[in-house]
Every structure is written in C-alpha cells, then in structure tokens.
C-alpha cells in the first residue's frame, strides 16, 4: 500500500483522541497513511484552514458542514462529513454567582436532570444568559437553544449566546464576561479547578446520542480521493474501537497529555474518559456513563436524519426554508462514502442510513450487515423525536 502524508487539523480537546491515537497506536500507518496532526487555536481558524486546503480534513463540529450547505457561516465551499469522530462529550457549566443562587434555591446539582436542571438555572438568571460556547454553529449551541425552549425561555432572544474559544472558557467565566458555557471536555474541568464555575450538566442529558464532532473533508477532496477517505475513515474506526476498550483508558489520557496535543495533566482528561467527574471547586463528585462515546452504538456511522436534525434547527433559528434546508443536508453526512470504505472490514454497518431520532429508549436491535448491531439511547430530554420523512415545515 503506497504511503501518504495527511494534514489534519484539531482542537485540543478530548474528542480529539481518535485522531491522535490514529497516528500515534499505528492504526494510520495500518492504512498506509502519516497523519500531519496540525493544532489550531479556535475553531473559526481550524474551518478556515479546512476551506482553504491548509489542512486535507478536519476534527470539526458536527454542525458546521451542515451549516455550510445552507449558506451559513460564510465558509465559502461546502464540506463533506465523512465519518463521526464522537458522541457526546460536553459539560454545561455556570459561574459562581449562578451557583450560589441556584443552591439557595434548594437545587441539588444531581448533574442527571435536564428539566430539572433547566428550571433552576431560569429561576436563579438575572436577565438575559450570557451564555459561552465555542462556535455559533455548534452542537454546544444546538443543545442550549433546543433544551432552554423547551423549557419556555425563548431562544434565541432570551440567551445571549457569545463565542469564547474552547481553551478560554474559564477565563471568560472568571472575567464576568459570560454566566455560563457548554464546552467539551477538558474544559469544563478545567474551568472548575480554577475555581471559576460549577458544571452543571453533561450535553448527553439533553440529547442522549449527539453526534459532537465528525471528520470533515472538503467536497471536492472527498470526491478527489476516494482512497484516501477510505483509508482514513478505516484507521479511525479502529482508533475508535480502540478507545472503547476501558483498558485503553490511562494511555489514552497520557497521550492526549502531551505538549503537542493538549498539554494538559492526565488526571484531567482522565475524567471524561472514566465519567467520574469533581463538579464544584468543594470536590463534589458525580459519575456519568458513557460521558464520550468514540465507537459503541454505530457511533462513527455519519447518519443522514443526524445532518437533517441539525439543518431544521438552524433552519427553524435562522429563517431559511425548512424544507429545503432538510433536502440539502440529506447530502452532508456522506453515509455511502462510509459504507464503502468498510465494506468487508467487519464492521456490523446499519442497514438504513436515515433513522427517527429520539426514539431509541434504550440499547435496540436493528437491521445490519451482520446482524449485530444494537443501537444506543438516544432520546431528548422532552421526549420528542425528529423524523425527518415526516417533518412537515410550517407555513
């Protein structure tokens, strides 16, 4: 197999980890391939950098090839999810002030419990949310939008949602200039050992199978290099299922730990990985199962119904037609460039590549190419589902 050097950039961040132990555990080199792992500092320059072929694909937000394909975002060439990278992973978080009102009011930061959740943090705000993500077009921004307005606080205009690059949420919630943040790991911890905020809530309570980040690729690469996408789609896989083994946990916070990477203290990242999370700056901890998922559940399968969820939300945010938004993200998440690159990988792939999200209590048998294959919770919060065949936009 003739080698091939990969330019790819990240975001230091935990769901990072298939990339990095893709290069570093050799499944890359497996598949002919070096991975360049280019690190950038927010993700605005990380989707500029992918726009203008600086880097061949992309850890990215889920959201953001969606948002391209809209017209969204000024990115200025439309992008391709060619994978899922990870499921879930973020923690919602508020700063001290917040805290402090929330448990006068008797809330006992169960760190489980949207709606529970949800109310307090609306009955202890004073005014509009501030209210820190990473990126406008992000799962983090999603979620917040999704969850709040379905506990009556109009979103967007009842929130001020500000963008604060991942690494600077916790100076962000220590300057004042945000109240609270929905950030990936190890962020939100950090914020809590610099005793700038309390986490509030993991993401999974609200959507309990978001797709977080994916491996993003520019269209005409994708269609350019077919070979390559399937070399780099399979080593992924297998840094993926890797990943899931828990045995694989303490190396995996080593090498995330590293300068290059993230820089970070192991026992940090490690939090994310295990679940057991220190929640305030007091010490109190909470344990949350399946915080990131990097494989199990078909997790790196690019569902179309997943693009189609977000493009109806940006769609119902922003203004643009709900019908045509869900028509153009039909084509986003590339689930036939995933099939064919594992095909007689042994992967157990789903037999459909569109699902009713929401609907799934809990771990559920479906139709696959062996046969296998049970399919994660992935219910919201509120109960709802999004079918996108029988989504019908208002007039």
């Not at 709606?115 to 077009?137: S, T, W, Y």
């Not at 095909?343 to 139709?367: F, H, M, R, Y």
Request: hydrophobic share 50%; aromatic share 8%; proline share 7%.
């Amino acid at each position: 197999m003739k080698g091939a050097v990969l330019s790819i950039g990240f975001i230091p961040l935990v769901d990072a980890a298939p990339l990095i132990v893709a290069q570093e555990m050799g499944f890359a080199a497996q598949e002919g391939l070096a991975l360049n792992l280019v690190r950038a500092p927010s993700w605005s320059r990380l989707r500029d950098m992918l726009v203008f072929g600086q880097v061949d694909a992309a850890h990215m937000l889920s959201p953001v090839p969606v948002a391209s394909a809209l017209g969204l975002g000024g990115a200025g060439t439309t992008l391709s999810a060619i994978s899922v990278l990870s499921v879930n992973g973020t923690a919602i978080g508020v700063n001290a002030a917040l805290a402090e009102r929330m448990h006068a009011a008797g809330h006992g930061f169960g760190f489980d419990d949207a709606r529970v959740a949800g109310n307090a943090l609306i009955a202890a705000a004073r005014g509009p949310l501030r209210i820190g993500v990473p990126f406008p077009f992000s799962m983090h921004a999603e979620l917040l939008y999704y969850w709040l307005s379905a506990l009556g606080l109009p979103a967007p205009q009842g929130i001020d949602i500000r963008t604060v690059p991942p690494p600077l949420m916790a100076e962000a919630l220590k300057a004042g200039d945000i109240d609270a943040f929905c950030v990936g790991e190890p962020w939100g911890s950090i914020a809590v050992e610099q005793g700038a905020g309390t986490l509030l809530l993991p993401g999974k309570a609200i959507w309990a199978f978001a797709p977080e980040k994916v491996l993003a690729v520019r269209d005409q690469w994708a269609e350019a290099e077919p070979e390559l996408s399937a070399r780099l789609i399979r080593a992924l896989w297998q840094a993926g299922r890797w990943l899931a083994d828990p045995a694989s946990r303490v190396l995996t916070a080593e090498l995330l730990a590293r300068p290059e990477y993230l820089d970070l203290a192991p026992e940090i990242i490690d939090r994310s990985l295990s679940g057991a999370f220190t929640i305030s700056p007091l010490g109190v901890q909470r344990r949350v199962d399946g915080f990131v998922n990097f494989h199990d559940g078909a997790a790196n399968f690019p569902w179309r119904s997943q693009a189609q969820w977000i493009a109806w939300q940006l769609a119902a945010r922003t203004g643009l037609d709900r019908a045509e938004a869900l028509a153009k993200a039909a084509h986003v998440y590339r689930a036939d460039i995933y099939r064919a690159a594992m095909a007689d990988q042994g992967a157990d792939l789903p037999g459909a590549s569109s699902k009713i999200e929401g609907s799934i209590e809990s771990n559920t048998p479906v139709a696959s190419d062996l046969g296998r294959l049970f399919l994660d919770r992935d219910v919201f919060f509120d109960r709802r589902i999004f079918d996108p065949d029988a989504a019908i936009p208002e007039n």
